[in-house]
DNA sequence: ATTTTTTTCGGAAACGTTACCGGAAACTAT
DNA sequence: ATAGTTTCCGGTAACGTTTCCGAAAAAAAT
């Protein structure tokens, strides 16, 4: 671990180290031959520019913290991709942690990060969290903190989220369109705000075209397809089946059209299927699924944006929320008209 | 941004900064009392240290790079939590990085962490990956790295590898005892050691029982699931259609079968279903996938593990390859016999 | 020819921490 | 009582940079 310094480089050339360092950082005078002398030494030395000091002396890490519940399934890993994309190009480092949905977990990760002096922070909530006070204090402390996809409405951040409302309105109205009558909707996790936005979008569809939505349409799940397996025997078991799903979630949606395939179910002329969020999977089940499609690599371009704005602003930062569109995907599983 | 320091306390107490330093590092001689004295004054002040002056000072940055050829998937992403598992237990931070199966990327990173100073490497290579002379600098310069899974034969470095050989000669067992007889190979990429491996597998087991494979029975494909719909709409229209199919991944089994059912064909009656790496995917398509389940955890776990073992002895190191166990998760893809 | 400005560089302090050296007490042993 | 040992703590030098201040030399202006 030899390193090659900057002090080595002054020594070998009889120069002070501020000259060297000038030479890398070019907005201080220096005679451009000095310049170059200096830069090929350090090229010949195998010189590399130590960021731990550098980060020691402006007093940040150039670390960026990104908080998700987790890694299965394409969504959040896209998201990722996204933000990595701009945060590299402004020279920031990625720091990635999951909580497996565990809001023990997710608290941990947070208090990691933060003690390791990360400069912002990107979260998106697991759905067991409630408590929430620990989040206010991490914002008010000062720490730039960006929210998306699942987060907390009181809190006086930015957020990037998706237009759930509309979207959730557009699936449900293309399924009514399609002349399903009765139509369930697989909710989400009950203290995310994007599941009561798309529960609306749901409703309000439904009263759009003056029908009727009873409450016993709208069935509290999950977001796995363990979570759609349930619901959908429970279903076949109190022998109220639906002709159409609307789920939350893509793989909620997955696992209920799988269950109900099994069981004899035709899809879609029985029973139709829209899912959210459009995980690649969609395109791949059988028949394939009609999903809302999230811009994904967008949201996490967009946060990443949002947090080095704020990074580089600090003091006169004004929290705004960037709502994103996306778009329905309709394929064969809710296609009763045309086949 | 008005972070708490060491000396801070030290004022504040009137004592000296080394003192403080030792209350923190038990290492040191201090008096009990004092020594609670600060503990108590510095939680009072909310002092957090500034683990970047500690990393300036000890030559290390704590921080592990992780480089993955692709995050859509089980396998990586749980490769990835076990590792972290390992590395957060033990103070080092995980940066991850993916290359989307892009060489010049995969470079890219290597580059960039390396310049972040991680203290050592957790390498899977892009399937694109043939020039390995990038990696041979990488290993020379001294920096610890590992190789996990999809590795480099040739190179001097500690690996954790999956017994690629025993499990598709398991597996291609599998279908010839279920009384299939023309069964065909989705094999990974030529340049992968772990493909090549899965072939030999193949061909023994076939060799064992004294049947016969013909080289074009090998099919060279990819890991994507469009990887598996492009083969099998090749193998339609030349009306060479197998009575069962082993595929080197999961994915690539997944499309094959999809397309087979959508051109009508029954699963597992007339064509037989065999995948590798038991993505979280496999249990839940229609027919569920028999698949080989390789220890994605552990792997990460045992990744780690070398790692730091190679960290913290600089110097006297011996690379050493630790081959890892799998099992063979028999479903109704591949059920003949008893249903 | 003298003064002023500009260019180019060296010296030194700082960032927050740990590690070493040594000094002043206090305690033990002769 | 004296010498030796231990216990506790202060001072200071590092780690590799950047940045500020100022100095010497060169150039420009008077």
Redesign the interface.
């Known amino acids: ?1 030899k ?1 090659v310094t900057i002090k080595d480089i002054a020594k070998e050339l009889n120069l002070a180290v501020s000259t060297i360092s000038r030479a890398f950082n070019d907005k201080y005078d220096i005679r451009p031959e000095t310049k170059q002398l200096i830069l090929n030494k350090a090229r010949e030395m195998g010189y ?6 550098r ?2 002396l402006q ?1 940040r ?1 150039m670390n960026i913290g990104i908080v998700i519940p987790e ?2 399934g ?1 969504f959040f ?2 998201v ?2 996204g933000a ?1 994309e701009v945060l ?1 190009k402004e020279g920031y ?6 909580s ?1 949905e565990c809001y023990k977990t997710e608290i941990e990760n947070v208090k ?1 990060l ?4 990360v400069d912002g922070l990107i979260i998106s909530l697991s759905h067991q969290t409630k408590n929430i006070e620990c989040f206010k204090e991490l914002v008010s402390s ?1 720490l730039p903190v960006i929210f998306f996809n699942r987060v907390i409405d009181i809190l006086n951040t930015s957020k990037v989220v998706f237009d759930d409302y509309k979207w959730a309105f557009f699936a449900t109205e293309h399924l009514i369109y399609q002349n399903y009558k009765k139509i369930f909707h697989l909710a989400g996790p009950a203290n995310l705000s994007l599941a009561k936005n798309r529960i609306r979008g749901f409703q309000n569809a439904h009263k759009k075209h003056r029908l009727d939505v009873p409450d016993s349409h709208i069935i509290p799940s999950g977001f796995t ?1 363990e979570d759609g397996d349930r619901v959908a025997m429970e279903m076949i078991e109190n022998k109220n089946i639906p002709d159409a799903i609307f789920a939350a979630g893509d793989l909620t949606a ?2 209920a059209m ?1 269950v109900f ?2 069981h004899g179910y035709k899809i879609p002329e029985e029973i139709a299927f829209v899912g959210f969020s459009e995980q ?2 969609a395109r ?3 028949p394939p699924l009609t999903s809302v499609a999230q811009p994904t690599f967008e949201i996490g371009r967009t946060a990443a944006k949002l947090l080095i704005a704020q990074i580089e602003n ?1 003091g006169v930062h004004i929290p705004q929320t960037i709502t994103l569109s996306g778009k329905l995907n309709i394929r064969s599983s809710s296609m009763k008209l045309t086949k």
């Open positions: 671990m390193h590399r520019p130590n960021p731990i000091a980060n020691l007093q890490s890694f299965i394409s890993p896209e990722i991709i990595q590299f480092q990625l720091l990635i942690t999951q497996n990691l933060e003690r390791n002096m000062g397809i997955i696992g799988k395939k099994r690649t999977l791949h089940v059988d600090q």
